[in-house]
């Protein structure tokens, strides 16, 4: 059981690249999140998704796309990158049976953009 | 999402007992209070989830005033292993719009 996985670990891009951040999880979780988080701050939500097909914005979407097209996978896309995007990225997923809102969080992923 | 305010920063000694109060004055009826923990390069991590009253699980206790405006998180003995970020969260979703900058502990021998 891996939890929350995120590919890649890390990665430099150049302003107007764009990239993929994958994020997968495997505990059959409906709930699925973005979020960044930049040096000495707490995390902001990107988007997030409610289940397979259906996504929504949270505190910080402009200038990223998601998907998820499967109920494991999340994906956040930057399509041209800008230095104001460079950042820790995590992604969490949570259930929502019962009352527990726990969150798990994968590892991150710091995305460097020059 | 009810907005939080948590103390920026605490120290303490190895050993001792540590609480980090929050405040969520305009906390809804079916928000809970939720506290992660953080440490450097890492995601969050979830250490305790409660509505009110007393909370208690393996690694802290949480305990809820009957006006639910505020909650302590309690970390008995602490380790230098403590020594992290603290996320305090009332939502009913168990998801944030922004954590806030958490309560920053240091533990020291």
């Known amino acids: 059981n891996a939890g929350v996985t995120q590919t890649p670990k890390f990665r430099v891009l150049k302003t107007g690249q764009s990239m993929t951040l994958l994020c997968a999880q495997d505990m059959n979780h409906e709930y699925m999140y973005w979020y960044r988080q930049d040096p000495g701050m707490g995390l902001r939500l990107i988007h997030y998704?409610?289940?397979?097909?259906?996504?929504a914005k949270g505190e910080v979407p402009d200038g990223y796309n998601v998907s998820r097209l499967k109920k494991q996978n999340f994906l956040l896309g930057l399509e041209s990158a800008a230095p104001s995007q460079t950042s820790v990225y995590f992604c969490?997923?949570?259930?929502?049976?019962?009352?527990?809102?726990?969150?798990?969080f994968g590892p991150g992923t710091r995305l460097t953009v020059t | 999402l009810a907005k939080t305010t948590q103390p920026i920063s605490m120290d303490s000694y190895e050993g001792q007992e540590v609480n980090i109060t929050c405040s969520h004055n305009n906390i809804a009826t079916n928000d809970y209070i939720t506290w992660y923990q953080q440490f450097p390069s890492q995601g969050p991590r979830f250490i305790i989830q409660?509505?009110?009253t007393k909370v208690t699980n393996e690694v802290a206790s949480l305990f809820i005033p009957a006006d639910r405006k505020s909650s302590t998180l309690s970390l008995p003995r602490v380790s230098l292993s403590d020594t992290a970020v603290y996320y305090c969260l009332a939502s009913n979703s168990g998801y944030a719009l922004n954590f806030g900058k958490g309560t920053s502990l240091l533990v020291t021998p």
């Open positions: 969490a997923s949570s259930t929502r049976q019962g009352e527990l809102r726990e969150q798990y």
């Open positions: 998704s409610v289940g397979e097909g259906t996504t």
């Open positions: 409660g509505y009110k």
